[in-house]
């Protein structure tokens, strides 16, 4: 659990999406991946919208989302207070407004409880607790495991969403079953995106969204592949067209458009 706020020395400043959006993160701590990216990538949010974050942490998905899609409402929730400054000091960082509120998934605060959103959005830890690795920096290691099941995580989206709304979650596929029961518990609409490392590989990733009221049949799209099964000279960086598209130029990501 990180409660203070990190001192300037033990941040760095990364650049995001090609430089569209610049992110303070700890030396040593929980760093952003490719997931929050993602995650932002896959939402269907238009201007004047509001999205909610679910265990925001520095505030990255939420950074990415902004700069792709203007005008937004921004809000998220973070367990650690030294995370929830940094998501803050984030937002102001790229030019963003937005609420970031300190509690527990399990128990938002009553201000939070309040509000609905049009979209709400999590990367819930992809441990849990009594089978995750411990990490030495214990703010990494809450963001790695956590001891809240993904069925409240579900829940507190279903209940912060407003009518026809949509909640999208990233996760482990070894918790896809998990994560699809507290779905279709309390969602409608699901759509499931696997995530492949290369053609060929099984999923390690997966995207999925569902919505609030919706009634629309299941639908388990193509998966996908995030990086070729060949590194291309006029691509050094190693994603799929289309995937690096998201990552380096910020484009959204459509789950039913295929991938090259």
Not at 68 to 92: F, I, K, S, T
Not at 176 to 194: C, D, F, I, Q, V
Not at 226 to 237: G, Y
Request: glycine share 12%; net charge positive.
């Amino acid at each position: 659990m990180r409660g203070d706020p990190f001192a300037a020395q033990d941040l760095t400043c990364d650049a995001m999406l090609g430089g569209k959006t610049h992110i303070f993160q700890p030396r040593e701590g929980y760093r952003a991946g490719t997931d929050p990216v993602l995650l932002a990538a896959s939402v269907q949010a238009r201007s004047g919208q509001s999205v909610l974050d679910l265990g925001c942490g520095g505030g990255v998905a939420l950074c990415c989302l902004g700069a792709r899609v203007a005008g937004l409402q921004l809000a998220g929730l973070e367990l650690q207070p030294g995370y929830a400054d940094l998501a803050r000091r984030n937002l102001d960082h790229n030019g963003l407004t937005g609420t970031i509120w300190t509690g527990d998934v399990a128990c938002p605060p009553a201000d939070l409880r309040a509000q609905n959103f049009d979209h709400v959005i999590a990367n819930p830890p992809y441990f849990e607790t009594a089978r995750g690795v411990v990490a030495r920096d214990s703010g990494r290691g809450t963001g790695r495991a956590g001891e809240i099941p993904l069925d409240v995580w579900v829940a507190t989206a279903a209940k912060r969403l407003r009518p026809r709304g949509y909640a999208t979650f990233i996760q482990r596929i070894e918790r896809l079953p998990e994560l699809m029961a507290a779905m279709h518990g309390h969602l409608g609409s699901l759509e499931l995106l696997p995530l492949l490392p290369r053609t060929g590989r099984p999923p390690r990733l997966f995207l999925i969204r569902g919505r609030k009221n919706g009634r629309a049949p299941f639908v388990c799209h193509t998966p996908r592949p995030i990086h070729p099964d060949t590194i291309r000279p006029e691509q050094p960086d190693n994603y799929t067209e289309s995937f690096r598209n998201v990552m380096l130029l910020g484009k959204a990501l459509d789950f039913a458009t295929p991938q090259s």
